[in-house]
């Protein structure tokens, strides 16, 4: 049985598997910053693995739910074999952003977002 909360009873007992997922974890984005809607996407070896899209109004700081709600994390749930002996990185990016612009977000203006990233394991 696969452990999904990242943590298990001292008293039992537990096991790395091979084929056990990875979380990741795109933590403490400032959204209020990003303008409208948008994605991000985990890179390994500089190539997309896997994407997030996160839905928001054009100006999230006149919404008031989203300032209550102004830091986010988003989940990435991965296979090892993605991740394992690669360069990983996050990028964001802005759909709908003018060409001269361009879509990128950069990661200094949405908060500085830290990656945490945790190995699932199962009971033994």
């Keep these: 049985m696969e452990n999904l909360s990242g943590s298990t009873d001292a008293v039992g007992t537990f096991a790395f598997r091979s084929a056990n997922p990875v979380s ?3 933590k403490g984005i400032d959204r209020l910053n990003i303008p409208g809607s948008f994605v991000v996407t985990l890179l390994s070896d500089g190539e997309p693995v896997a994407q997030r899209y996160f839905f928001q109004p054009k100006t ?5 739910t989203c300032v209550k709600n102004g830091i986010i994390n988003l989940d990435f749930r991965m296979p090892q074999e993605q991740l394992v002996d690669r360069a990983l990185s996050v990028r964001i990016d802005v759909p709908g ?4 612009i361009g879509t990128a977000f950069p990661l200094v203006q949405a908060g500085n977002p830290t990656v945490n ?3 699932l394991v199962e009971d033994a």
Excluded: D, G, N, Q
């Design 117 to 119: 990233a945790r190995l």
């Design 60 to 64: 999230p700081r006149k919404c008031p």
């Design 97 to 100: 952003h003018s060409e001269e």
């Design 24 to 26: 990741v974890r795109v």
